[in-house]
């Protein structure tokens, strides 16, 4: 990571959220989307990210646009109901990704594909684990390489939860978000599973998912038998 | 436009492209797309755009990666293919933009919307130009900024090419592209054109659209007849 891939935003004053968020018709309440933390990014900003965050904190922290984000989850949303549920794939292989992404799967009747990503899944036909996406979302970029390669590989469409700290290389359509907390991915996967399905005309536009979002989230294990990746 | 907006790519070699690029899997030969100069940024780069950028010339003018415009120009209308194309509204307010846009959407039967953009078209549904599309092709967000900002209001997916000096605030996927020549608008619009077809079904992959690219050009008058804007 050299010196020109971050960027400063020195000029930016700095606020409090909550003064200067209007949350008018988010997907959430605003406060119920900053206590998620989606908006908490890096310390780290890549250039290509820069058109996302919102503002710098003290201590270095960069602090996405909650607003953009709200808007991608409907995009993305809008992009995703367009396709067979069986041919949509969701990808995940670090831990905390994991559980939000089987439980979006099950609710949206799509794919999960969890844990380690074996080289030819996307783009080897002899793969005994070879499945044929016609988009693939996925939840970090740098840790979910080997996917996005593939599917820019053979050409389908790339949907990634991207942090300030990701490059956008291969991502065809970005979510901006925290994607490493355990809640964020929560509540993101969440979101974007209910607004699939509301555009699907599964729910209608003010009906919730009757999945509660701590479904969606990662249990911690007790400390004695915490797993750590 | 501060100092902070514009990148640097110094480190990047020159090179020239007949010797880098592969032209392999384009979907036009490589020689016919950069004679079109779809290629040819402008000498000023975005932040956001540099992602998309391949070098600088010794002139200083900004070299799109070709085989990204290529392959973005395949997720769009993977996209684009799959809505009604009465829903789908191209639109261009510059001149050079126009036929191609009109060309685009005659062949796809999609929505052309050309000339001066009035406010309230995409927003207004008491206009008496009213048009709710469910996805927006832009061709040059700085001149169709209105718009972006109203399909981004209403919340539509919106497409838009992409010069090295366009934000690329409120664009849900970029075509990287010269959005200024007009050999370069017609180029990319046929090849669109010729995807979304394909996409659909209604060509082969190997199929070519039966409209020329001379056909998508804006022709130049006589000297003494020329329009200037």
Redesign the interface.
Known sequence: MSE?DE??LN?LELKTEEEEISGDGLLLPIEVLLSSGIHIGTRMGM??M??FVYRIRPDGLYVLDIKQTD??I??AA??IS??DPSKVVAVSSRLYGRIPVQKFCEVSRTVAVVGRFLPGRFSNPTSTDYVAP?VVIVTDPSADRQAVTEA?LV?V?VITLCDTDN???DT??VIPANNKGRKSLATIYWLLAQQVMRERGELSSEETLSVPIEDFETKLLEPSEEVFE
Do not use: M, V, Y
Request: charged share 50%; proline share 4%.
């Open positions: 020109r960027f400063e000029e250039k290509a820069e058109q808007d991608r409907r995009i809008k992009f367009r396709f016609e820019a050409g469409p490059s956008l290389q065809d359509l």
